[in-house]
């Protein structure tokens, strides 16, 4: 009777171990790649740009998180003259961005000069529910 009780505790435990395995396994394979992630957010409109104070400047534009899970999503904003030179740049995200959901980023920066002719703005990075990112 003890060897039969030693058993089945054995399988039990060997059981349960699998389980905790097969348990993790999945929810690796629910991440998404990086690639993909930045695929699900849409740039909804132009940015716009104003100098806030000496050479800073603040961008901002709407965009929305296509996705199936919540993402902290990178913003990153260039600043262009008509030669094509860069003169500015602004960085931000939007944190713990609901998937669904349309938001407005903001970002912050600098800009060597007041004459830029263009802005263009990219998804830069995406972490959380993302394979190989860490979670903030």
Same mark, same amino acid.
């Given at each position: =009777?003890?060897? +039969? @009780?030693?058993? @089945?505790?054995? =399988? ?7 389980? @905790? *395995? +097969? ?8 991440? %998404?790649? @990086? ?5 699900? *957010? ?8 104003? *100098?806030?104070?000496?050479? !800073? *400047? +603040? ?9 199936? #899970? !919540?993402?902290?999503?990178? #913003? ?22 609901? +998937? ?27 972490? %959380?529910?993302?394979?190989? !990112?860490?979670?903030?």
């Amino acid at each position: =009777m003890p060897r +039969a @009780l030693s058993n @089945l505790t054995g =399988m039990v435990l060997c059981a349960l171990g699998l389980s @905790l *395995i +097969a348990c993790h396994h999945s929810s690796d394979t629910e991440l %998404e790649t @990086l690639d993909y992630a930045k695929s699900t *957010i849409s740039l909804d409109g132009p940015a716009t740009v104003r *100098i806030t104070g000496g050479n !800073q *400047i +603040a961008v901002e534009g709407p965009a929305t998180n296509h996705d199936k #899970f !919540q993402h902290d999503v990178y #913003f990153t904003a260039t600043l262009w003259d008509a030669g094509g030179n860069t003169v500015g740049t602004a960085t931000g995200k939007l944190e713990d961005w609901p +998937a669904g959901h349309r938001g407005l980023y903001k970002l912050a920066g600098t800009v060597k000069s007041a004459n830029w002719a263009r802005v263009t703005v990219v998804v830069s990075n995406v972490k %959380e529910h993302v394979r190989g !990112q860490a979670e903030d």
